[in-house]
């Protein structure tokens, strides 16, 4: 069985930088898939912000590119996710996901932006 | 960046009735089509992809169709636990996008 689960702060302050860890189990990264972070502020849609390969290939959503950097550690079996710069504008729930198309999700974590 | 939009927003079904939602992309996206439920305070859930291939234990009253630029999602008789929010995405092309979203509400 497949798992994700997201870890990190729940309150970041402006201008700082958020980072996230998903943890996967029942799976291995290295064994392939893209695996990729999506998110949602609070009552709108989803946003998907990036992919990574186990290789280290990633691909950024224009839109957030400048601000962030996912890596991945297989000996962990866990990604990660920061974004710099944050503002209330980043306020939302975190998602950590399996493949081009979500397979599996973690149960998210609310992340929120305030001093 | 490719842009996908749903239709319509907001649908009000009667329990036991079809519900029949739209997804359009600006530009072709072969089969590389998803749909997610969304249900109040839960991840989203996989039901399509392909355009028109089950998830693993997705009932068979949830179906898609069509290719290209124009799909569609059907429910062939809603359930109580089927209002939710539904989600198309592509993943032909990065970055990937979604729709935004339709809500499926109780009539």
């Known amino acids: 069985q497949v798992q994700l689960q997201e870890s990190g702060p729940g309150l970041v302050k402006p201008s700082e930088t958020l980072s996230l860890t998903c943890t996967v189990s029942?799976?291995?990264?290295?064994?392939?898939?893209?695996w990729g972070w999506i998110r949602q502020p609070p009552g709108k849609g989803l946003e998907w912000i990036g992919s990574?390969?186990?290789?280290?290939?990633?691909y950024y959503n224009p839109s957030l590119k400048s601000r962030v950097t996912m890596s991945v550690d297989t000996s962990r079996n866990q990604f990660s996710l920061k974004v710099a710069s944050v503002t209330a504008a980043d306020t939302a729930m975190y998602y950590c996901?399996?493949?081009?198309?979500?397979?599996?999700w973690g149960q998210g974590t609310l992340v929120t932006v305030s001093s | 960046e490719i842009v996908m939009t749903q239709s319509p927003a907001t649908l009000s079904v009667s329990p036991g009735e079809r519900a029949t939602l739209s997804c359009r992309a600006s530009?072709?996206?072969?089969?590389?089509l998803a749909w997610y439920q969304q249900r109040p305070g839960q991840a989203p859930r996989l039901l399509i992809y392909?355009?028109?291939t089950r998830a693993t234990g997705i009932p068979a009253r949830f179906s898609g169709s069509g290719s290209g630029t124009e799909f569609t999602f059907t429910i062939s008789s809603l359930q109580s636990e089927d209002f939710a929010v539904y989600y198309c995405q592509q993943y032909n092309n990065w970055p990937r996008t979604f729709g935004q979203g339709t809500k499926v509400e109780i009539k």
């Open positions: 029942g799976y291995s990264i290295s064994s392939g898939y893209y």
């Open positions: 996901a399996r493949g081009s198309f979500a397979d599996y």
């Open positions: 530009q072709s996206v072969s089969s590389d």
């Open positions: 392909s355009a028109s």
């Open positions: 990574l390969f186990h290789t280290g290939s990633t």
